[in-house]
């Protein structure tokens, strides 16, 4: 079985800034990325203003989370959430960016000692603030024992910048080892599925779903 996770949470995670990202799925990055699911591509577009971080030490409290990006200046810490979600933090950016712009933040943040990794959220339709996809340094697999073992999968896994967390019935749950652009989940996840040696492969993530 596929272990994802999928955080159902109501407006509580985003609440604060409804308003705001009302607007905000007009501040998309251009670039279209996608992944894998059932077979098929899902795209998708991120957030020009949002970053998710996780930092290494899992016990930062939202006060040291906020002072430890206090550094930044392109991070609006006078509107910062100190309410940890499983262990990460969503951080605003200041001013309006353009993708490129982005992707330079995402590199600062990532360098700084004190944060595991720093990544963009996604939205799977333009116009709906409840449509956001956080993408995580995570990635989840099961291999196809047909093709590939497990213990040689894994192997294979860890080539690519990849640690095992976790592995039950040829099922897998990785960490990125080393974070730089923030993409490298949703990146390696797809090499691993065109690999074609899985039954499935995709990043880890944080999504809104509603419960019938």
């Known amino acids: 079985m596929k272990k994802i996770i999928l955080l159902f949470i109501g407006l509580s995670l985003f609440a604060s800034c409804e308003k705001e990202e009302s607007n905000s799925n007009s501040q998309l990055c251009e670039d279209e990325y996608f992944y894998y699911s059932g077979g098929t591509k899902n795209y998708f577009k991120h957030s020009l ?11 930062v409290n939202g006060e040291e989370a906020k ?4 550094k930044y200046s392109f991070i609006n810490t006078g509107s910062f959430d100190a309410e940890r979600n499983y262990d990460r933090f969503k951080a605003i950016i200041n001013d ?23 990544t963009p959220v996604f939205y799977l339709a333009d116009d709906d603030p409840m449509s956001y996809w956080i993408l995580l340094s995570e990635v989840l697999t099961e291999n196809d ?3 590939i073992s497990e213990s040689e999968f894994i192997d294979y896994a860890e080539t690519l910048n990849l640690e095992l967390i976790e592995s039950k019935y040829s ?3 990785f960490r ?3 974070v730089e652009t923030g ?13 074609g040696k899985i039954q499935y492969s995709h990043p880890n993530f944080i999504a809104h779903r509603k419960l019938n």
């Not at 309006?96 to 720093?118: G, Q």
Request: aromatic share 14%.
């Open 176 to 178: 990125v080892k080393e």
């Open 145 to 147: 024992n047909e093709k």
């Open 67 to 70: 002072s430890i990006l206090e």
């Open 96 to 118: 309006k960016c353009d993708c490129t712009d982005f992707k330079n933040y995402l590199l600062d943040l990532n360098k700084d000692s004190e944060i595991y990794s720093a």
């Open 171 to 173: 099922t897998q749950h």
């Open 183 to 195: 993409f490298e989940a949703l990146e390696i996840a797809n090499n691993i599925y065109e690999n």
């Open 49 to 59: 203003y949002e970053v998710w971080i996780e930092f290494e030490r899992t016990e």
